[in-house]
């Protein structure tokens, strides 16, 4: 395994962590016994960077980790989030109509102490504000999690999809560790100002869905998805979209293939190759695609193979949203 380190920490991570989302939430069936599996083969691997949040399956995830954390907790770095809440106590994904943000500092304390609960641990190594509350200043919401690293129950803190100038009010009240934002070759919003913004202060950039969610991999399966499969709603496998997906994903990997690789691993070796202060969490649940997310690590990249990354890109640019309507007024703020 190589390892990177996060931030201005001396916290040395794997350079591919594992985002723990699915095992128990927003893509179909779920199997326990196949997740925990995942889990100890992610050990063997040297994947020492798990990530959850409260919002999983509303805690069920967090439980389902402690499994393994508990017994292997000098060998993992366990970040989780909080934020989102259940108007009727049932778990939805952030645009649904029963799904609002609470970034609050009395949430804020009940939260991390359910969290801390449902991990069975002491100390949450990595705690995101989930979002940036639109109703609740940031140096407030940062203030309160400020508090808890004083109190011994979070070592570090983060922020999940804050625009730059969020990024730069809460680093004043306190160090913010890691910036975790959905980056891809697909979504590149934080280049433009987040990037350059996060590097300047030495927050390491966390990326999620740096597979587009799956696109890589199961573009052509969208007509087997469950009715409760989170992705059924993102723009991206919809419509017109779709079709530009579908075209975009072929040539993209033959040009995987031409490696001896494949277009995740391609796909991965991509957002690794933006920066050494970039540690991608791409999830899954099953052993197989741990794997092959692990071999990505060794794939190199040429300048050519950039530029024709880009060709590609640029031959099907309607990609669409990476959310809907309702998840997007939540993110960059």
Same mark, same amino acid.
């Given at each position: 395994m190589k390892f990177r380190k996060l931030g201005n920490t001396g916290e040395q991570l794997s350079a591919i962590g594992l985002g723990c989302m699915g095992m128990s939430f927003a893509y179909g069936p779920t199997d326990e016994k196949e997740?925990?599996?995942?889990?100890?083969?992610?050990?063997?691997?040297?994947v020492n960077f798990w990530d959850t949040a409260d919002?999983?399956?509303?805690?069920?995830?967090?439980?389902?980790?402690?499994? /393994?954390? /508990?017994?292997n907790r000098d060998k993992i770095f366990i970040a989780t989030k909080f934020g989102f809440r259940f108007k009727d106590g049932k778990a939805s994904h952030s645009g649904a109509p029963g799904t609002y943000f609470d970034?609050? !500092?009395e949430w804020i304390r009940q939260a991390v102490d359910l969290s801390l609960q449902r991990l069975k641990i002491d100390t949450i190594d990595l705690?995101?504000?989930?979002? /940036?509350?639109p109703n609740v200043p940031v140096e407030e919401t940062v203030g309160a999690m400020a508090e808890l690293v004083k109190a011994g129950k979070v070592k570090y803190i983060g922020l999940s999809e804050a625009s730059a100038e969020s990024i730069k009010k809460a680093n004043k009240i306190h160090p913010i560790t890691a910036l975790q934002s959905e980056y891809s070759i697909l979504t590149k919003d934080v280049e433009k100002e987040i990037l350059p913004t996060?590097?300047?202060?030495?927050?390491?950039?966390v990326p999620y869905s740096p597979l587009a969610r799956g696109l890589f991999a199961n573009i052509n399966e969208v007509q087997n998805f469950g009715e409760d499969d989170?992705?059924?709603?993102? !723009?991206?496998?919809q419509?017109?979209?779709?079709?530009?997906n579908r075209k975009l994903v072929q040539e993209f990997n033959e040009l995987a293939s031409s490696k001896g690789i494949k277009g995740t691993q391609l796909a991965l070796a991509w957002v690794l190759n933006q920066g050494d202060d970039i540690i991608p969490i791409p999830g899954t649940k099953r052993i197989k695609y741990l794997e092959e997310n692990i071999g990505a690590i060794d794939v190199e990249l040429s300048q050519s193979e950039l530029d024709t990354i880009d060709t590609i890109l640029k031959k099907y640019p309607n990609v669409g949203e990476r959310y809907n309507e309702g998840s997007m007024k939540l993110v960059n703020n």
């Open positions: 997740s925990i599996d995942t889990l100890h083969k992610a050990l063997d691997l040297g919002m999983y399956a509303n805690g069920e995830n967090e439980k389902l980790i402690s499994k /393994v954390l /508990v017994p970034g609050s !500092p705690y995101y504000a989930h979002r /940036v509350d996060i590097r300047e202060l030495g927050i390491a950039l989170f992705r059924r709603s993102l !723009p991206r496998y419509e017109e979209s779709l079709e530009n």
